[in-house]
Nanobody, 123 residues
Framework: VQLQASGGGLVQSGGSLRLSCAGS????????MGWFRQAPGKERECVAA????????YYAGSVKGRFTISIDNAKSTMHLQMSSLKPEDTAVYYC?????????????????WGQGTQVTVSS
């Protein structure tokens, strides 16, 4: 499985961005996809995750109500719509996938990773 993340950039506080993660290769082995972020000097944290079937989702408390996952099964792509962005959302964002149906939030539970995409929110 290969994952390609895109959509990062610079945005003002209160603005929006949409990240996308396109899967290729053996996408039939993707059951859960997660979005993680890592700010300088901080640990990588899961901000959102969802089952590939669309039945279950997880959002970190810090992003709940502002970030939304959506899935385009036909394109093997998961999007992360980020709204009301805050400077503390600034980080490198990564997408990752699991070959298990259970949503997990620890990075070690994910099998495949995309490259990071930088999100910078200016105040």
């Amino acid at each position: 499985v290969q994952l390609q993340a895109s959509g990062g950039g610079l945005v003002q506080s209160g603005g929006s961005l949409r990240l996308s993660c396109a899967g290729s290769g053996r996408t039939s082995s993707i059951y859960v996809m997660g979005w993680f972020r890592q700010a300088p000097g901080k640990e990588r944290e899961c901000v959102a995750a969802g089952s590939w079937s669309g039945g279950s989702t997880y959002y970190a408390g810090s992003v709940k109500g502002r970030f939304t996952i959506s899935i385009d099964n036909a394109k093997s792509t998961m999007h992360l719509q980020m709204s009301s962005l805050k400077p503390e959302d600034t980080a490198v964002y990564y997408c990752a996938s699991r070959t298990s149906v259970v949503i997990k939030t620890d990075p070690g539970s994910y099998d495949y990773w995309g490259q990071g995409t930088q999100v910078t929110v200016s105040s």
